[in-house]
């Protein structure tokens, strides 16, 4: 079936600094392919999407590509604030119209 | 504004008794979803339903139960038969069966069976 591997974490960074979070999939088909955000306490938030192979989805400084070749879908930011602290989810939907996602890995960044 | 509203966001429930999760959304989405999230284990599919009347099981179904007698809402009933219901439970919708569908969730309801 289809599914979603991605970091552990936790992540734990200083203000400024770059972060990568790595995402990689296995789907039957064209997956569209998702970033979602959750901030302490609250539900989730699309971050970002691309829906084709070599397409970057971006959004708020951070960004992600499409690549079929490698099936990744790896998330960065070049400098991370304190407010980027959150949970990071991959996700992916594919041919049966449902989305899953990966683990979710925790992000803290420090002042 | 438009939106998914989930109620109540904290629930306390005796073991042995079947609880009801509401799920109200007004985005006029096809798709509705449940999922689960424990701590460290991400989000889990619980059920979804593509369309009013119909409804598919997900990977984690055993001891929930389900309806959507209406499109606007889809309740989740955690039954007595689930034998670790304490948990974080999210609904989310989205405008249809497409591929690219982005999902829309809401705040959450956290259970706790004690």
């Known amino acids: 079936g289809d599914s979603v591997t991605q970091m552990e974490g936790p992540v734990t960074l200083s203000e400024e600094a770059f972060l990568t979070i790595n995402c990689t999939y296995t789907?039957?088909?064209?997956?569209?392919l998702f970033w979602y955000v959750q901030y302490p306490g609250e539900g989730l938030q699309l971050l970002l999407k691309a829906t084709k192979a070599d397409d970057k989805g971006s959004n708020k400084g951070f960004e992600a590509t499409y690549r079929k070749e490698t099936t990744s879908f790896h998330l960065e930011k070049g400098s991370v604030q304190v407010s980027d602290s959150a949970v990071y989810f991959c996700?992916?939907?594919?041919?049966?119209?449902?989305?899953?996602f990966g683990a979710g890995t925790t992000v803290t960044v420090r002042a | 504004d438009g939106g998914i509203t989930q109620s109540p966001k904290y629930l306390f429930r005796k073991e042995g008794q079947n609880v009801t999760l509401s799920c109200e959304q007004n985005?006029?989405?096809?798709?509705m979803y449940w999922y689960r999230q424990d701590p460290g284990q991400g989000l889990r599919l619980i059920y979804y339903s593509q369309i009013v009347n119909d409804f598919q099981k997900g990977d984690i179904a055993e001891g929930y139960s389900v309806s959507r007698e209406k499109k606007e809402s889809f309740p989740l009933t955690v039954t007595s038969a689930q034998k670790n219901p304490t948990a974080f439970y999210l609904c989310a919708s989205s405008i249809g069966a497409h591929l690219n569908t982005e999902a829309f969730f809401g705040q959450g309801t956290r259970l706790t069976v004690v």
């Open positions: 789907a039957t088909g064209y997956p569209s």
């Open positions: 996700a992916l939907s594919a041919n049966d119209y449902k989305l899953s």
């Open positions: 985005l006029n989405h096809d798709a």
